[in-house]
């Protein structure tokens, strides 16, 4: 079955770069998207299709892919950012997919 | 805006039944593919469903096919979950979902709670 890896955690200072990675196998040929969700709320997309950011969302994030790996990064990371953040990615045909186990972003 | 409001959570025993639904507005609910994501307490995300513009096609998540169905009423603009069978793993708080571009899920209601208990 398919999966998607992520660290269980990444702690950066304020103003760090934090990068957090996903890990699948079919990165090469399937996007990537990366979710947002912080404590008691629902979960908000902050990359979608690899690297694109929807309207709304900090140029700080950015993402990119390369072979099996996807990463997201958060340049000059702020107390704000403080969030679980979660992989996705759809299995083949489309409208169905897998989510990373997530990574716990702690900035302090 | 987007507006996706979840309905109908609580406590249910094991083996029992429960459904869920989502109301939608603010977008053309006809249009678009959606889904239903859950969350174990303390656990990550976990896809569970999608349904096609029309109603004619379903995806299911392993752990809950033969249970749990999708269904919807574009007239209405509503988004359905009837589970059955219901286990203490399906504990959880489930967001429905609008999907966008057969991919990704660009809108989330704010979610509602089912706990199964014995």
């Known amino acids: 079955s398919y999966e998607l890896t992520q660290p269980p955690s990444v702690s950066v200072s304020p103003g760090q770069t934090a990068r957090i990675t996903c890990s699948g196998d079919e990165f090469p040929t399937k996007l990537a998207y990366w979710y947002q969700q912080k404590s008691g709320q629902a979960p908000v997309l902050v990359i979608y299709e690899d690297y694109k950011r929807p309207s709304g969302i900090p140029e700080r994030f950015s993402a990119s892919t390369s072979g099996t790996m996807a990463t997201l990064t958060v340049s000059g990371a702020q107390v704000d950012d403080e969030a679980d953040y979660y992989c996705y990615s759809t299995k083949s045909g489309g409208n169905e997919g897998v989510f990373g186990g997530g990574t716990k972003l702690t900035v302090l | 805006e987007v507006q996706l409001v979840e309905s109908g959570g609580g406590v249910v025993q094991t083996g029992g039944s429960r459904r869920l639904s989502c109301e939608a507005s603010?977008?053309?609910?006809?249009?678009?593919?959606m889904t239903w994501v859950r969350q174990a307490p303390g656990k990550g995300l976990e896809w569970v469903a999608s349904i096609k513009e029309d109603g004619s096609e379903q995806k299911y998540v392993g752990s809950v096919r033969g249970r749990f169905t999708i269904s919807r009423d574009n007239a209405k603009n509503s988004l359905y979950l009837q589970m059955d069978s219901l286990r203490a793993e399906d504990t959880g708080v489930y967001y429905c979902?609008?999907?966008?571009?057969?991919?990704?899920?660009?809108?989330w209601g704010q979610g509602a709670l089912v706990t199964v208990s014995s």
């Open positions: 603010e977008f053309t609910f006809g249009n678009y593919w």
């Open positions: 979902a609008r999907v966008k571009a057969a991919a990704h899920m660009d809108y």
